[in-house]
């Protein structure tokens, strides 16, 4: 067998393969006995018969037929294998010759693995932010407790800013409900401005029983595009007004939320715990300003294929997402403005990045040897199993081999980031002087 690359581009090749006598002599003594398993003559039961009377039976059309086929399907892997290059789909195959008994030719052409060359990645301009909570972040989180320990009165008054409101609302345009336009039974703090522009404003000065008509129009940078800068008109009945009364924040309701002596106290574990919360989130975003800068850095194409699926990969997640939501994946879309053109368009160029960010990853894991044992895969597999234990199906897929490769290259892959965080973390130490 002889083989000749041909690169097609950064990520697709063309192998072009010649089989001689030797390889096709081969491929028909296995085709031969592949077909002779059906062959049923007079005296023998079928698939019995002694191989030459078998093979004489055959015919001649069906062995060439069956011997080429054979000799592409087991030559394949090797003929990559002797290019080097590792094919990620199943290739696509042309005879482009064939002589039986003497040679034949066939291409075979493949999205590939691009080669990798790897940037600078010890030395990242990325920061981490720096972790910092803000007066204005404590005192929203106070006032949500203090509405937590908040004293509700139901009163015969006209309602005003401040008081809660029980009520029925029917959101229409065009004289049509809209989606998510309606509610029963709906607890509204008025003030809070959870609606838009004036919906509380209009229930001002009402009270129990009150039924009426509050004509409205939507901000044109409402995120619901289908209603952005829209007029409507909401059919609204207050069933209920309660008069609230907030605690007053002193030592006393501070010592009733929790193991604290004042409000210094409660503050200060707020922070603490607004601060963890924010330790996540800043970690990711560092995580994702590194690997930004490091596939910048580096040499790497994304290969279709890879592209393709994980393209699948976001449309699987919105899809589940619009679900949830009550709506198709097209409603989805079209609430938000977009075609389906336009989502492709912004979703491929995310899956193109996901794609050369785990091909850097994957090739800086080889070059610094990062890799994840079996026990590290089990334990978490174990992990899975006690978060997924009340799912029999889930808990069927951990026993799949290639969910348990999945798991290890996922874990792999949070490995390497975590080596390129502390390098990189390193780096930002300033130098020590010596004192003189």
């Known amino acids: ?46 698939g019995k018969a002694p191989k030459e009377l078998a093979e004489k039976a055959l015919n001649p059309n069906d062995v060439n037929a069956e011997t080429i086929d054979i000799a592409v399907r087991t030559t394949v892997p090797s003929a990559f294998e002797q290019a080097e290059k590792s094919p990620l789909v199943i290739p696509n195959v042309n005879v482009t010759k064939y002589v039986p008994g003497e040679s034949a030719e066939y291409t075979a052409t493949a999205d ?22 803000s007066k204005s972040e404590i ?12 004293e509700k009165k139901t009163e015969k008054k006209k309602a005003e800013k401040g008081d809660e409101v029980i009520i029925d609302f029917v959101g229409k345009k065009d004289g049509e409900p809209f989606r998510g336009g309606s509610a029963k ?26 039924k009426f008509d509050l004509p409205l129009t939507f901000p044109k940078d409402y995120g619901e595009k289908s209603l952005a800068g829209e007029k409507v008109v ?3 009945l207050v069933k209920q007004v309660n008069k609230i009364t907030l605690p007053e924040l002193n030592d006393d309701f501070a010592k009733k939320c929790g193991p604290f002596k004042n409000m210094d106290e409660l503050r200060t574990d707020i922070e603490k715990n607004l601060k963890l919360q924010n330790e996540h989130k800043i970690l990711e975003k560092y995580k994702d300003d590194l690997v930004e800068e490091f596939v910048k850095n580096s040499t790497v194409s994304a290969p279709e294929i890879l592209i393709s699926d994980q393209l699948n990969l976001i449309k699987n997640d919105m899809e589940r997402n619009a679900m949830s939501a009550g709506m198709k994946f097209e409603d989805y879309l079209k609430a938000n403005g977009m075609t389906d053109k336009e989502w492709e368009k912004k979703s491929k160029e995310v899956a193109e990045k996901r794609v050369k960010a785990s091909l850097v990853l994957q090739i800086l894991a080889r070059d610094e040897k990062i890799s994840v044992s079996e026990d590290e895969v089990l334990a978490k597999i174990a992990e899975l199993r006690d978060v997924y234990k009340k799912s029999p199906e889930a808990l069927k897929n951990l026993k799949d081999p290639r969910v348990k490769m999945d798991i290890k290259n996922r874990m792999t892959i949070e490995k390497t980031l975590d080596f390129l965080v502390s390098t990189n973390e390193k780096s930002e130490k300033p130098e020590k002087t010596e004192k003189k």
């Not at 005192?139 to 908040?150: L, T």
């Not at 008025?190 to 001002?204: A, H, K």
């Open 1 to 46: 067998m002889k083989v000749k690359s041909k690169k097609l581009s950064d990520t697709r090749v063309e192998i072009k393969v010649t089989l001689e006598k030797e390889d096709l002599e081969k491929a028909r003594e296995k085709a031969v006995a592949r077909l002779s398993r059906e062959v049923k003559l007079e005296g023998f039961r079928k």
């Open 139 to 150: 005192d929203e989180v106070v006032s949500n407790i203090q509405k937590a320990y908040a």
């Open 112 to 133: 590939i693995l691009p080669e990798v060359k790897l940037g600078n990645y010890k030395d990242l301009k990325a920061k981490k932010e720096e972790n910092k909570v």
């Open 234 to 236: 909401f059919e609204i």
């Open 185 to 210: 039974d709906y607890p509204l703090t008025l003030g809070s401005n959870s609606f838009i522009p004036g919906f509380e404003d209009g229930i001002v000065r009402k009270e129990s029983g009150d």
